[in-house]
């Protein structure tokens, strides 16, 4: 079961439309689904929000996108799941992959943080990686001198178009997560499109009375 939902990224109008920002991008569309609002929160370091699920449902569902910078993530969601009693494993950080082109994502449990300095920082606050990750890929400039630079920069549009479609149809399977159909959930995020079905072959003509075909 979800009860912690974290998008990473940067703060600032400058940082907004970033591939970085991918994490709070997910969250902002998360929200408004839920009909909640993001507001400042001090004591956790970032923007948050509460959206009420009966008990039976696992109680209160907290929204947060850290504002400390992604270098430290960690120092945001920390302190939120410590003070709620929330487990690593009861916590979903979305955030941008490098190791995956645009329109491609995966939803996993735990690993390693494959240099992403939010997941690195998140890891050594919570002092466990068992959390859930849904990556959301972004494409690799192909030289790792650039990844700063490539990170920091918008993405064409087309690969905007294919972030959001991966959100949009992440968000599809919201409702699993959140009950803890964690194995429903990656069914239906890494399902393969069914192939099409080839053409039939043209039926053969009809014979002829009398057993000739026709002309």
């Known amino acids: 079961m979800i009860r912690l939902i974290v998008g990473l990224g940067n703060p600032g109008p400058e940082y907004e439309a970033t591939r970085h920002n991918a994490g709070f991008w997910w969250v902002d569309e998360a929200a408004r689904l839920l009909k909640a609002s993001l507001a400042p929160d001090r004591a956790y370091h970032g923007l948050v929000a509460r959206v009420n699920r009966p ?18 993530s960690g120092k945001s969601v920390a302190p939120l799941a410590r003070f709620f009693k929330i487990t690593p494993a009861e916590i979903l950080v979305v955030h941008d992959e490098l190791d995956l082109l645009p329109g491609q994502m995966k939803l996993k449990q735990g690993g390693g943080n494959g240099g992403h300095n939010g997941l690195k920082d998140i890891q050594a606050q919570l002092g466990a990686g068992d959390f859930w990750r849904l990556r959301l890929g972004i494409g690799h400039p192909g030289v790792k001198a650039e990844v700063a630079n490539y990170v920091l920069r918008r993405p064409p549009a087309d690969e905007r178009e294919a972030i959001e479609r991966n959100i949009e149809e992440s968000l599809k399977v919201l409702d699993l997560m959140l009950a803890g159909e964690m194995d429903r959930a990656i069914m239906k995020l890494h399902a393969k499109p069914a192939r099409p079905k080839p053409p039939r072959p043209p039926e053969a003509p009809a014979a002829a009375p009398g057993g000739d075909p026709p002309a």
Do not use: D, S
């Open 55 to 72: 008990p039976e449902q696992g109680g209160p569902l907290w929204l947060l996108q850290p504002m400390t910078y992604m270098n430290l």
